[in-house]
């Protein structure tokens, strides 16, 4: 019997100019969705004893020029990761209403679902709730490594991207939506902020009793200056009023309000605070728009 895989490859051979020659689209039927130009590399957590993998795209002018390039950083990856590279390759076209940026997607660790993976790397501390359960059955939840999670970042992953790849890491943008966005914050709070630029979609200020206002609160005493640029956001409806589509428990339009009052109350020198209420989104429709207003505030093209 023929070996399915040598016919994959043989058809491959047939791709030339970007026109599939007559024969390949039948060896090719059935096999799995590509995204071109993409690549899934695995790096070790060093300190942590895990491997994740990260997704990679490149800019399409990458392979003709030897510039470098903006890095985009977003974090569950198998979600935002295809999302942002499509709004990226829609929006921007000939990089008119978005610049052209490498995109590095972060996902979960080998092994862990995304909620065992996403609880315990993204969040700065335990939950509100003690009887919370996990969905690893024989494994307990684990909440609270985010600062650990920063320094695989840190440590791992950008000198990962420096040595494969052309990357300008002197403008990094991060990109994060729920616990996403307190991964966020926790790097942003460092003793040195790791990125340049922070979209921070629906951020989960609630988490741990509302943690991160003190942790707000404890920077403040202790630094004279952030230098970064963040941008808050969430959705119309992710706040507390009657109506199917808002929330019934937390208000996250309030808490992103007062967030950066408290931020903007420090008058920082080197930060940068933008918020805005996204109409007619709630938790679950508002990433494609966080990301879309991310990366045009973060990475304006020619035409911005």
């Known amino acids: 019997m023929k070996n399915p895989l040598r016919a994959l490859a043989a058809a491959c051979c047939f791709v030339a100019g970007g ?21 899934v590399r695995t790096v070790r957590a060093r300190e942590l004893q895990r491997d994740y993998q990260i997704y990679v795209s490149l800019p399409p002018s990458y392979a003709r020029s030897g510039r470098s390039y903006p890095v985009v950083f977003v974090t569950d990856a198998p979600y935002a990761f295809p999302l942002t590279r499509a709004i990226a390759s829609r929006a921007g076209r000939k990089g008119r209403t978005i610049g052209e940026f490498i995109l590095v997607g972060l996902s979960y660790a080998n092994g862990d679902t995304p909620e065992y993976s996403r609880r315990r790397d993204y969040t700065p501390g335990p939950p509100d709730d003690p009887d919370v359960r996990s969905d690893m059955p024989g494994r307990e939840p684990k909440f609270g490594e985010a600062a650990a999670f920063a320094r695989f970042i840190a440590n791992d992953v950008f000198p990962f991207v420096t040595k494969h790849y052309r990357a300008d890491m002197h403008r990094k943008t991060f990109i994060g939506h729920s616990y996403g966005s307190l991964l966020g914050l926790e790097m942003l709070f460092g003793e040195r902020a790791m990125f340049e630029n922070y979209v921070l979609g629906s951020p989960s200020l609630w988490f741990g009793r509302r943690m991160m206002f003190e942790r707000e609160k404890a920077v403040a005493a202790s630094r004279r200056d952030i230098r970064a640029n963040v941008l808050l956001a969430v959705g119309e409806y992710e706040a507390i009023r009657p109506g199917p589509r808002f929330n019934k428990r937390e208000d996250l339009v309030r808490d992103m309000r007062a967030f950066k009052a408290a931020l903007k109350s420090r008058n920082y020198p080197g930060l940068k605070v933008d918020a805005d209420v996204i109409p007619e989104e709630d938790h679950l429709t508002v990433g494609p728009a966080v990301i879309t207003r991310g990366l045009r505030w973060a990475l304006p093209g020619s035409e911005e």
């Open 19 to 39: 026109a599939l020659a007559q024969g390949a689209s039948i060896a090719l039927e059935g096999a799995p969705y590509v995204l071109e130009g993409t690549e």
